[in-house]
Structure formats: structure tokens, C-alpha cells
């Protein structure tokens, strides 16, 4: 059994037992390639709390290989090598999780599969989802690779002169309706922006949406108007 998906934030890795209906939600049964070798086991998931930090399995993969042979481990999605660990050497249990080979197409299924387990929510958990969600660092990159990293302002230039294997980097996902008001992490109210365009909207306390569409968005700002180009109809 390949492991089901790995979600991972900054510091979490979920395996969510949710695409799996044909297993007992309480355990996940994980393969883990290290390198050319793989290694099978399961882990054991409270049905209260069906979380696995991060530092966990990097526990569970150093229990099973010899003792600083392992610097990068992959994590399978539907398959393929979507996740890469970088591991930190020693006993330490520090790692880094990087989404790797993950295709447009994957991405918006991805975050599709996100956005649905949280709508999906009872709710009075719903919001609470939410706010996850709107934390969660696997947001903003499932999101520049839906819609490229880069700056979705009209006629933006901000990047220009930045080499593209940067851009993730230098742009932001920004919610246009806040979430201080109530506004949701779905991608109706998400767009990714440079870091200038970024710092425009936000200083500008005058600053206001004018229109939202799936495939333009405008805000007024004193800098005059900011038209946003997307195109969200894959995820609807
Ligand atoms: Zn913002
Ligand atoms: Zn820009």
C-alpha cells in the first residue's frame, strides 16, 4: 500500500486516512523510499488526533536505517514522489519538507482535496478548518504552482530582472477579504501577488476589492487601480 497523502506543513505531516475508505481510519499503512531502497510500516493513528509531526517519522525512518545513512527521504502521493524530507543528521529529528514533481494539474487536485475536507467539516469545525488551512504553508505553494509563481497584477513587471526559479519566493498569496473578517482561504478569495503588490494593498488603508470574478478581481488604491488576472475555473 502506498501511503496515502501526505499533508505537510511547516512543522506536521498529516497522512489523511480520508482517501482511503477501504482502511480502518485509526492507522495508514506508509512506504517511504529512501534513496533505491523502500521501507514499509504503519503507523498507529488516534482516531482523536490523526496527525503525524513531522519529527515523528523522521524518528520512524531512523529506526529503520543505520544510524546517519539517510539525508533525504520521499514521501509518496498517489504514487509518485511528491514530498522530499530533508533530513537533519544524527539523532536529530529537524527535517525540511519540500513539494517536489508535482504537476499544475496535481496541485489544483490537491488543494481541491484541502478545500473539500475543510467545506466538508461540520459547522462548528468549519472555520476552525479554516483558519488551518490559512496557516498552512501547503497552501501558497500548491497555489503558485496552479497558477505559476508569479505576480497575477495586470501588466506587472515587479519580477522582471528576478531569475523565474525565484519567483516562488519573491511573490504571496493574499486573501481579499481578510481573514480578521471572516474572509475564507478558498481560491474565490485568494490570489498570488508580488511582494510589492503585496505591501501596496496592505499599507494602503483606503485600499478596497471593487470587483471579484473567477477571472478578474479589482482593488482601488491610492496607487490607482489594481486589476488581478486568474483563472479559477479548474477548481470550480
Ligand atoms: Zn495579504
Ligand atoms: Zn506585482
Redesign the pocket.
Known sequence: MKCALVHHTGTMIRFTTSQLPQLPRSDTDVTVALGRRTVNGRFHLHPANPYIAGPEIVRWIKARIPFGGVEQAWIDYEGRQAFRLTLGTGHTTRYRATMVAMSPAEAWKALRAILDEAEGAPPKQRRQRYARIARDPRLSSLLKRCFGAT?Q?EA?T?LTGIPSRFHARCTEVHHLEAIARGGRSTPYNLVV??A??HRLVHRDPSARVTAVGPNRVEIETQAGLVVIRRNISKLT
Open positions: 505576480c497584477v506587472c515587479l501577488i508580488c510589492n503588490h
